[in-house]
C-alpha cells in the first residue's frame, strides 16, 4: 500500500478538483489528509508538521512575493485612473483611418495594459471594454475585433512584470530576475507576431477591418496626434520600463521596484486629475483580494509538494518520465504536449500549483535549462487562457461582450492567435538561445540517462 500512496494522493486530489471544490483549499485538504495517513504507516514522523511551518515562514519571507500586491496595486491604480482608455484614444485618432488600425490600437493598448497590470482577467476585460464597441461600430468582422482583444489581453501572461511569471518562477525555483530577462524577447515577437498577422488579413480582405469614418481629425496634424499618443501612451509604458530597468539593473530588488511603481501610478493619476477616493479604494480592494487568492494557492501547493515528496511520490513521477523516449528532447515534447491537452481542462493555476512542482524535479535531473523551459511553459500556459472552450480569456470576453457577438465568434476569433502562439513555442523550442540568458547545450539523446535514487527501506 506505501508504494501506492502518492499516486492515490493525486488520484484523490483530481477527483476533489473535479467535485468543483476550489483548488487552494484541495491542495490543503488532500495534503493534511494524506499527512496523517503517512504519520499513521510510518512513512515520515511527525516532523513534517514543523517542516510545514517552515514552508508557511518561507513564504511570507519570499521577497519575489512581496512584489506580487506592490506591482497588482500599481497596474490597478492605472487601469482604474482611465489610462488604459487615454492610450487607445490617442491611437484610435492616429491608426483608424486605416485599414485594420483600431486592431494596432487595442494590441498596442493590450500589450502594455498586460505589462502594467500583470493579470490577463483584467487586461482582457479592460481592453475588452474600452476597444470591443468602437470596432465593432467601425463594421469590424467580430471574429478579428474578439481574437484580437483576447490575444492582447493574454500577453500578460508572458510579458514582465507579469504576475504569472512571478508565479511559475516560485513553481519552478528560479530567478525571477533571469525570467523577467529571458521573457523579454519571446514577448516582443509574440506581439510583432500578432501585428503582422492583423496587417496581412486586412491587406488581403480591408472589409475585415475598415478604416474609421467617424473620426473628425482632418484639421489636426499628423505630428500633432503623433505627439498626443506619445505622451498617452509614453508616461504608462515610460513607468513600466523604469520599473523594470531597475530591477534588471540591480537597483532595486523586485519588491522595491514594485514600491517605485506604485509612487508613479498615485503621481501620474494625481497629474491627470483622475485619482480620487473612489477609485483608489476600488484599487485596493481588487488587490486584496487577488493577493489573498494567490497567497492561499501557494500554501496549498506548498503543503501538498511537501507531503507528495514525503511519501516518495518525486521517485514515482520521476520513473514515469524514464519510460519517456529519446531523453531531454522526449521530456520537453512530451510535457509541452501534456500541458497543451492539459489546458482544455485546467486553468493556468490549477496546472502552475500542480502539474508544475512534479516535472521541475525532473528537468534539473535531466540537465534542461530551467529559466527557457520556465519562459517555454508561460508561452505553453498562454494558450490555455485562449483554448476553446473554456480558456479565461474567452469568459471574460464573453461577459463584457454585446449580444450580437455569438460565442462561436469569439471561439472562431481565438483558433489564428492560439495558432500564432503554438509557433512561437515550436520557434524557442527549435532556437532556445530566443530566451536571452540560457545556457542550453546541445540535446544528445543517448548520453542522458534517468538514475532513480534507492527507495527507502
Known sequence: MGDFLAPIMLATLVVVLLAGFPVAFSLAAVAGAFGVVGVLTGRFGTSFLEAMIFRVQGTFNNDNLLAIPLLVFMGMLLERTGIAEDMFIALNRLFGRRPGGLAYAAIIVGAALSAITGFVSASVIAVGLIALPVMLRAHYDPRLATGVIAASGTLAQILPPSLVLIVLAEQMEVSLLDIYRGAILPGAILVGAYLLYVF???????????????????????????????????????????????????????????????????????????????????????????????????????????VFRGLEGDIWVQA??????????????????????????????????????????????????????TVLLAVNLQTSFMHPPFGIALYNLRSVAPRAVSTLQIYWGALPFVGIQILLLVLLIAIPQIVWQTRVAPIDAKDIRIELPAPVD
Open 320 to 373: 514515469l518520465f524514464k519510460a519517456v523516449p529519446a531523453g531531454q528532447t522526449g521530456f520537453i515534447v512530451f510535457i509541452n504536449l501534456a500541458i497543451f491537452l492539459l489546458a482544455f481542462f485546467l486553468d493556468f493555476f490549477e496546472i502552475a500549483f500542480i502539474v508544475i512542482p512534479l516535472i521541475a524535479p525532473v528537468a534539473r535531473l535531466l540537465g534542461v535549462d530551467m529559466v527557457w523551459l
Open 200 to 306: 496581412v488579413v486586412t491587406w488581403r480582405t480591408p472589409r475585415l477591418a475598415p478604416p474609421a469614418t467617424s473620426l473628425n481629425d482632418d484639421l489636426v496634424s499628423t505630428r500633432s496626434l503623433w505627439t498626443d499618443a506619445l505622451i498617452a501612451a509614453g508616461l504608462p509604458i515610460g513607468l513600466m520600463a523604469l520599473v523594470l530597468a531597475s530591477i534588471f539593473f540591480g537597483v532595486a530588488t523586485p519588491s522595491e521596484g514594485g514600491a517605485f511603481g506604485v509612487i508613479g501610478a498615485l503621481v501620474l493619476g494625481l497629474a491627470k486629475g483622475k485619482l480620487n477616493g473612489t477609485n483608489l479604494r476600488q484599487a485596493m480592494s481588487v488587490t486584496g483580494i487577488l493577493c489573498s487568492g494567490i497567497l492561499f494557492l501557494l500554501l496549498g501547493a506548498s503543503f501538498f509538494t511537501l
